[in-house]
């Protein structure tokens, strides 16, 4: 089992045992919003679909995953993080956040993501990681750009079908991380 540590929040790798942490997460449809338009899980794909994989991402690749970011201080479930190979590139590491609503606004998604960066320059010595959003989500750019990650490239993300399908990837070198 892997944890990370932050000023506030503690991140450990999801277990079988979580799947109503994240069902009750995806059923806010503020949260799904530039998801699904808005549509949550549906509770069987979460627990034969997403708690599969996520716990088949832990074997296969120790080091990457899913994480569920805990508040220490009151041990409430605050959201998850992902870092993790990409689909079509699995050379790139991907950084994302999906955060509960309550939890919006307080600088989480920036202080785990940092948590994230850390690791994977310093212990793991990536060349570069990358994030990628949708460009309606305004929120999500913000914590990029607070990361110190660029805009790299603008492409249509096809896998949510009904929303806007315009999406942006950011990047963070190890160099430009470095020297923050
Ligand atoms: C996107 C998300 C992770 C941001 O989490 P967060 O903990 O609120 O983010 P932070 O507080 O670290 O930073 C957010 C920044 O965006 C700003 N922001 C928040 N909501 C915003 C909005 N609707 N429009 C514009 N800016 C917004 C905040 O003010 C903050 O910037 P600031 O520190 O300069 O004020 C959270 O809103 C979320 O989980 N949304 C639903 C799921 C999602 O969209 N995930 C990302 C998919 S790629």
């Not at 994989?53 to 998850?80: C, D, M």
């Not at 310093?122 to 607070?146: F, H, I, Y």
Request: net charge negative; no cysteine.
């Amino acid at each position: 089992m892997e944890y990370l540590q932050t000023p506030r929040l503690l991140l450990r790798f999801f277990t079988a045992e979580d799947a109503d942490l994240l069902i009750d997460l995806d059923s806010d449809p503020e949260v799904m919003r530039h998801l699904t338009d808005g549509r949550p899980t549906p509770p069987d794909e979460v627990r034969n679909g997403q708690i599969p994989r996520i716990l088949a991402y832990h074997e296969g690749t120790p080091q990457y995953g899913f994480f569920a970011a805990v508040n220490k201080a009151s041990g409430r479930f605050v959201g998850w993080f992902h870092f993790r190979p990409t689909r079509d590139a699995p050379h790139d590491i991907e950084l994302g956040y999906r955060l509960r609503r309550d939890a919006w606004g307080q600088g989480y998604a920036t202080e785990g993501s940092r948590a994230l960066l850390h690791k994977g320059f310093a212990e793991l010595d990536l060349p570069r990681v990358v994030a990628r959003t949708m460009l309606a989500n305004v929120a999500s750019q913000n914590v990029m750009r607070k990361l110190g990650m660029r805009h790299a490239r603008d492409f249509i993300e096809d896998r949510f079908p009904g929303a806007d399908q315009r999406a942006v990837e950011y990047t963070i070198e190890r160099e430009d991380w470095a020297r923050a």
